[in-house]
């Protein structure tokens, strides 16, 4: 058996090439949009793809199903519950799909979605299972919430319910020796608690997991509803993008370079601006209504809290950045990027040309010291953007809260006639919502250099210990 992992860091997403060094069949499972890593293994090692499985409907990225029945004509495969658009391998409960001496088992296994199923992997039809790709069902260290894309029938409640069963059930009723191998690990919004490692067992989990001990129905479910991230704004949209025809992800596309003339009429025509640089380079200079999401970061995911899947968008980068930028962006659906413009930042001079000089702006953002001052002065309102359980261990006395998958849709609830100054846990997130808030027209926000982390490190006495 070959058995492949593919994992990204910025989207937490694992991917997964199972294949067969006898018969040279294989199948991709829950592929992202840009497959060339699939097709460039697959032929590497001989191998024809001839399915790609989804364990489930994605709302994080669009899935890249499309792109390779585009690219090798195999055939696409759901649990039975999904309806497509497209033609679609139904898989049912216990059947079994043979690659040769590769056998792959379809289990059922809804709760974080009614259509999710898991793989349970055999290197022989008569042996022992060696691994079960568990997609957002059993997460290391977690297991998948019910809330992100029930597409189906019946509440939340009910897909709690459902996963009760099939943690329970199905998956802890695996051997301890099988490896447990999820769509995602830490960082994803997909659940609350995820371990870094990428490889676990049914026996680990049941020793370590919280979310998989023994426990009541009804207290699981009041585990898996509550105290989960906020879901960011395009996570619907994606989902519903996985059910559809949509088009294919276009490997060969050239981005547009933009002069400054281009993008001073951008700007005045209000598209959306997204700057990839580092918080620090964006605060030195920038231009005005632009977003700072920063490529270091989880940039994908976080572009889709602060744009919508339609919008148009322009992108400032680093020379050699702008590929990058936009395929990551295509990962998640938005392939609307107009163009680039890329910058030079040094310490003496300005990264953008003369055209550009008047839509410039500088932001200056608070030291711990600087913070503490005005809130004591009462000059400030200070708005924490960070999620849910971050705040429970400890916050800011006195801040207001929305996490920043929220902040789109709730910044009207901000008070007004004080200057906002915003906090995240390091100072990244804050800079996306500070820039996101200034967009919307509250001019003079800023943001706090180093974030909660280093708000604690000075053991000001302006902070509590629970919310």
């Not at 447990?180 to 676990?200: E, F, I, Q, R, W």
Request: aromatic share 6%.
């Amino acid at each position: 058996m070959i058995l492949e992992q593919y994992y990204l860091e910025c989207l937490s997403h694992a991917s997964y090439l199972i294949g067969d060094e006898q018969t040279k069949r294989a199948i991709v499972v829950d592929p992202r949009r840009d497959v060339t890593d699939y097709l460039d293994e697959a032929e590497r090692r001989g191998l024809r793809i001839e399915g790609v499985i989804n364990t489930h409907f994605h709302a994080d990225f669009v899935s890249g199903h499309l792109e390779l029945v585009a690219a090798t004509g195999a055939w696409i495969g759901f649990g039975e519950a999904a309806d497509t658009d497209y033609p679609i391998r139904r898989l049912q409960h216990g059947e079994h799909i043979s690659l040769g001496n590769v056998d792959i088992e379809i289990l059922s296994t809804p709760g974080h979605t009614w259509e999710s199923i898991s793989l349970l992997l055999r290197d022989g039809a008569d042996t022992e299972p060696t691994a079960v790709l568990t997609g957002d069902s059993l997460f290391i260290g977690d297991v998948g919430r019910p809330d992100l894309a029930n597409l189906g029938t019946g509440t939340n409640t009910d897909l709690a319910r459902a996963m009760y069963k099939t943690i329970h059930h199905t998956l802890l009723a695996l051997p301890d020796h099988v490896q447990v191998m999820p769509a995602h690990g830490a960082g994803s919004s997909c659940g609350k608690n995820m371990s870094t490692d990428l490889v676990s067992t049914i026996g680990q989990q049941r020793l370590t997991n919280p979310s998989v001990q023994p426990m009541a129905e009804a207290d699981f479910v009041d585990l898996v509803t509550t105290g989960q991230p906020a879901i960011p704004q395009y996570f619907s949209t994606d989902a519903d993008l996985n059910r559809r025809n949509r088009a294919v992800y276009d490997r060969s596309r050239q981005l547009r370079e933009l002069s400054a003339e281009q993008m001073v009429r951008g700007v005045q025509d209000g598209t959306r601006v997204i700057d990839t640089r580092s918080p620090e380079e964006f605060a030195a200079a920038h231009l005005q209504g632009a977003v700072n999401v920063g490529l270091e970061g989880r940039f994908a995911e976080t572009c889709g809290m602060v744009t919508h899947v339609d919008e148009p968008i322009i992108l400032v980068t680093r020379p050699g950045d702008e590929a990058e930028a936009a395929m990551r962006l295509a990962r998640i659906g938005y392939d609307n990027v107009q163009g680039y413009f890329n910058t030079l930042t040094t310490d003496r001079v300005t990264p953008f040309p003369s055209p550009l000089i008047g839509l410039l702006e500088q932001t200056e953002r608070l030291t711990v010291a600087e913070l503490a001052t005005a809130l004591q002065d009462g000059r400030i309102t200070l708005l924490d953007v960070r999620n849910q359980g971050e705040r429970d261990s400890g916050y800011i006395a006195g801040s207001l809260h929305i996490p920043l998958p929220e902040l789109a849709k709730r910044h009207n609830t901000l008070p007004q006639g004080r200057p906002l100054v915003v906090h995240c846990r390091s100072g990244w997130r804050s800079s996306v919502a500070a820039s996101l808030l200034r967009a919307n027209g509250y001019e003079g926000t800023t943001d706090l250099l180093g974030g909660y982390n280093a708000w604690q490190e000075t053991e000001t006495p302006v902070c509590d210990g629970a919310r």
